[in-house]
Nanobody
Framework: QVQLVESGGGLVQAGGSLRLSCVVS??????????VGWHRQAPGKQREFVAL???????TYSCAVKSRFTITRDNAKKTVYLDMNRLKPEDTEVYYC?????????WGQGTQVTVAS
């Protein structure tokens, strides 16, 4: 099994920054070998893509967050990070870590990010 646990969410003022972390545990020994990413969802809205890190395709970001968010991986800590800068009230959503391995998709429980105007 694979487990993803997000943390780092919270309340921040518009224009501020937050760093989200996703710790990967279970059957994955090297997170650099698999695609990892972040999605987000607000109440009543569709879950949307935010960022993806792939050894094949490199890093990809949604148009909404490009140039503001950065996804990184630390294999030694088996942790995926999402550095969020110049946050906007529109970024107020629950952020989910996602990965895929051997045909299965795994999601974390989510961490809430609230950006006050």
């Amino acid at each position: 099994q694979v487990q993803l646990v997000e943390s780092g969410g919270g309340l921040v003022q518009a224009g501020g920054s937050l760093r989200l972390s996703c710790v990967v545990s279970g059957s994955i020994s090297c997170i650099n070998d698999i695609p990892v990413g972040w999605h987000r969802q607000a109440p009543g809205k569709q879950r949307e893509f935010v960022a993806l890190a792939s050894s094949v395709d490199g890093n990809t970001y949604s148009c909404a967050v490009k140039s503001r968010f950065t996804i990184t991986r630390d294999n030694a800590k088996k942790t995926v990070y999402l550095d969020m800068n110049r946050l906007k009230p529109e970024d107020t959503e629950v952020y989910y870590c996602i990965t895929a391995r051997l045909g299965d998709t795994y999601w974390g429980q989510g961490t809430q990010v609230t950006v006050a105007s």
